[in-house]
């Protein structure tokens, strides 16, 4: 797995995953129970993982669709 998109937005990650699975990539979200940690003040960023394989194309999806990837 390689890390993709990196962000402490969780609207960008649910939209970030939409798109992934939109065009057949599977993606696994991490960090997202940081906030117990954190007191839910959303310094902590979360991450979105991908295969090695699909790193390159959902790359290209997230970029045509205006989403930095924060790494």
């Known amino acids: 797995m390689k890390e993709l998109l990196?962000?402490?937005?969780?609207t960008v990650i649910a939209y970030a995953t939409a798109l992934l699975k939109g065009e057949g990539i599977d993606c696994f979200a991490i960090d997202v129970h940081m906030s117990v940690l954190e007191g839910?003040?959303?310094v902590l960023p979360?991450?979105?993982?991908?295969?090695d394989a699909d790193l390159g194309r959902a790359e290209r999806v997230l970029r045509d669709n205006q989403i930095e990837l924060g790494r």
Do not use: E
Request: aromatic share 0%; charged share 35%.
């Open 40 to 42: 839910s003040i959303g």
């Open 6 to 10: 990196r962000t402490t937005d969780p």
């Open 46 to 51: 979360r991450r979105m993982m991908v295969r």
